[in-house]
């Protein structure tokens, strides 16, 4: 399995290349050069499997071999046994046809660990057989950065430095990342948004020398492996649906477009994925493109639901190259374009096609809570802001057939996000005990402005690398 730049000017490189490279130096991003597709017999045969084995068979797919699935699979139940839940990402029914993917069950309470959980060790394991060390820088916009430092916390091979928007991300957000005390761990409190960390992270990646110095590595949305490691929550939902004899919806409440990409993948795999819908906030970029092919940057609002404070959705640019057949030197001039012009020129026959599959749905912070108040009134079900978008999604968009299950990506805990629930239900959810004293524990964090030089000085001088 061979993985190539959606700008075309990187070499191909293997899963773990992808893994430790993160972003391609052409500024692309990879994608495997061909899709694995399965048959009919071969979904069948996954029915039943614990999580932690079913992801394994999965991801298998996409490593060609290193690693195999015989060693992706005590790597994933390692991954997976910290989790608050027997069935690591259980289905809740909330009416007769809509039902809440829980993938919020691991450490930081958010679906990121999903992802992180599995991307720490297999970090660990690979530069441990290689003998390498490598320096992750990330931006956030909340729930990536504590993740990755959860994911990387104490570990050998690694450290991490994540970058997070001042001011922008939930209390329990910040905690989760600031009270991690180790020495391995640096958190950067930029005065800015999130695009501007995460332009500023992409920048880093871009200073060819800086990033070999420090051996730079991404854990964020953009590395392959963690889309890889988000296909398999949709197989094994779909599958418990019915599966690959009955066709499933998703609607996944979406910010840089990495989950929803995943449920992509699965289709494009060939689980019968009758109907992608992307859930936004008042920041509606992406629901502006798939009514009116209109992709055009506005500044970034905050709002209830942070995680999804984007304007710039990175992984979109794995499903532009798709939508433009693959023509890497099409992608990279719509993607030049988008950024010194502020708006992506899509043309309309890939932005039909897009619109086959894919329909968009933005909701703003009233109607977020009204959601919330909802869900718990009429399902007794108390869901995070975020969730509420996806479940708010769900029933706006009118279905391709009624029959056809719809599962909503329940993408955070509501104990991570207290004040919006607690202002639409009266009810405070409380933090599962693990978590209870993170309001008592100390924090550390810099505050840095949203400058390169300035960012590339402090990881400089954190790497341990660097010092030793
Ligand atoms: C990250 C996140 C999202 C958005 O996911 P993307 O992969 O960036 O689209 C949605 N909800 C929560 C709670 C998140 O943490």
């Given at each position: 399995?061979?993985?190539?730049?959606?700008?075309?000017?990187?070499?191909?490189?293997?899963?773990?290349?992808?893994?430790?490279?993160?972003?391609?130096?052409?500024?692309?991003?990879?994608?495997?050069?061909?899709?694995?597709?399965?048959?009919?017999?071969?979904?069948?045969?996954?029915?039943?499997?614990?999580?932690?084995?079913?992801?394994?068979?999965?991801?298998?797919?996409?490593?060609?071999?290193?690693?195999?699935?015989?060693?992706?699979?005590?790597?994933?139940?390692?991954?997976?046994?910290?989790?608050?839940?027997?069935?690591?990402?259980?289905?809740?029914?909330?009416?007769?046809?809509?039902?809440?993917?829980?993938?919020?069950?691991?450490?930081?309470?958010?679906?990121?660990?999903?992802?992180?959980?599995?991307?720490?060790?297999?970090?660990?394991?690979?530069?441990?057989?290689?003998?390498?060390?490598?320096?992750?820088?990330?931006?956030?916009?909340?729930?990536?950065?504590?993740?990755?430092?959860?994911?990387?916390?104490?570990?050998?091979?690694?450290?991490?430095?994540?970058?997070?928007?001042?001011?922008?991300?939930?209390?329990?957000?910040?905690?989760?990342?600031?009270?991690?005390l180790s020495p391995n761990v640096a958190n950067l409190a930029i005065s800015g948004s999130f695009d501007d960390c995460?332009?500023?992270?992409?920048?880093?990646?871009?200073?060819?020398?800086?990033?070999?110095?420090?051996?730079?590595?991404?854990?964020?949305?953009?590395?392959?492996?963690?889309?890889?490691?988000?296909?398999?929550?949709?197989?094994?939902?779909?599958?418990?649906?019915?599966?690959?004899?009955?066709?499933?919806?998703?609607?996944?409440?979406?910010?840089?477009?990495?989950?929803?990409?995943?449920?992509?993948?699965?289709?494009?795999?060939?689980?019968?994925?009758?109907?992608?819908?992307v859930g936004s906030n008042r920041n509606d970029i992406l629901t502006r493109f798939l009514a009116a092919n209109d992709?055009?940057?506005?500044?970034?609002?905050?709002?209830?639901?942070?995680?999804?404070?984007?304007?710039?959705?990175?992984?979109?640019?794995?499903?532009?190259?798709?939508?433009?057949?693959?023509?890497?030197?099409?992608?990279?001039?719509?993607?030049?374009?988008?950024?010194?012009?502020?708006?992506?020129?899509?043309?309309?026959?890939?932005?039909?096609?897009?619109?086959?599959?894919?329909?968009?749905?933005?909701?703003?912070?009233?109607?977020?809570?009204?959601?919330?108040?909802?869900?718990?009134?009429?399902?007794?079900?108390?869901?995070?802001?975020?969730?509420?978008?996806?479940?708010?999604?769900?029933?706006?968009?009118?279905?391709?057939?009624?029959?056809?299950?719809?599962?909503?990506?329940?993408?955070?805990?509501?104990?991570?996000?207290?004040?919006?629930?607690?202002?639409?239900?009266?009810?405070?959810?409380?933090?599962?005990?693990?978590?209870?004293?993170?309001?008592?524990?100390?924090?550390?964090?810099?505050?840095?402005?949203?400058?390169?030089?300035?960012?590339?000085?402090?990881?400089?001088?954190?790497?341990?690398?660097?010092?030793?």
């Amino acid at each position: 399995m061979r993985y190539i730049s959606t700008r075309g000017e990187a070499s191909p490189r293997d899963f773990e290349g992808v893994l430790l490279a993160g972003l391609a130096e052409d500024g692309g991003l990879f994608v495997p050069e061909t899709w694995p597709v399965l048959t009919t017999a071969e979904w069948r045969a996954l029915r039943g499997l614990p999580y932690p084995a079913l992801a394994a068979r999965v991801l298998a797919l996409f490593t060609g071999g290193q690693p195999d699935e015989a060693a992706l699979k005590p790597l994933l139940e390692k991954a997976y046994a910290g989790f608050g839940h027997p069935a690591v990402c259980p289905l809740v029914q909330l009416d007769t046809r809509v039902f809440a993917l829980e993938l919020f069950h691991g450490p930081t309470l958010a679906f990121k660990d999903m992802a992180m959980q599995a991307l720490g060790l297999l970090f660990d394991t690979t530069l441990a057989r290689r003998g390498e060390r490598v320096t992750i820088v990330g931006a956030t916009s909340g729930d990536t950065g504590s993740a990755a430092i959860e994911a990387c916390r104490d570990r050998e091979a690694v450290d991490i430095v994540i970058l997070h928007p001042e001011g922008r991300t939930s209390a329990v957000q910040r905690r989760q990342m600031t009270t991690v005390l180790s020495p391995n761990v640096a958190n950067l409190a930029i005065s800015g948004s999130f695009d501007d960390c995460q332009d500023l992270v992409k920048a880093m990646f871009a200073d060819a020398p800086f990033r070999g110095e420090m051996k730079l590595a991404a854990v964020n949305s953009i590395n392959w492996a963690r889309v890889a490691l988000q296909i398999p929550y949709y197989v094994a939902s779909a599958l418990a649906l019915g599966a690959p004899d009955r066709e499933v919806a998703f609607s996944v409440p979406t910010g840089n477009f990495g989950n929803v990409l995943a449920a992509w993948a699965a289709r494009r795999m060939g689980l019968p994925i009758a109907q992608l819908i992307v859930g936004s906030n008042r920041n509606d970029i992406l629901t502006r493109f798939l009514a009116a092919n209109d992709m055009t940057v506005r500044s970034v609002e905050p709002s209830l639901s942070p995680s999804m404070d984007i304007q710039v959705s990175s992984n979109f640019e794995r499903l532009l190259f798709e939508l433009l057949h693959r023509d890497a030197g099409a992608t990279a001039e719509t993607m030049r374009r988008f950024r010194t012009e502020g708006r992506m020129p899509i043309p309309d026959t890939a932005w039909s096609e897009a619109t086959q599959i894919f329909r968009g749905f933005a909701l703003d912070d009233a109607g977020t809570l009204q959601e919330i108040g909802r869900l718990w009134r009429d399902c007794g079900y108390l869901a995070d802001p975020h969730t509420a978008v996806g479940t708010a999604a769900a029933l706006a968009v009118p279905p391709t057939d009624p029959a056809i299950p719809m599962v909503v990506a329940a993408t955070a805990h509501p104990a991570k996000f207290p004040d919006a629930v607690h202002k639409a239900t009266g009810i405070s959810p409380p933090l599962p005990s693990r978590l209870a004293d993170l309001y008592d524990r100390p924090e550390r964090f810099t505050r840095l402005p949203a400058e390169l030089d300035a960012i590339e000085g402090f990881v400089r001088a954190h790497a341990r690398r660097n010092t030793a």
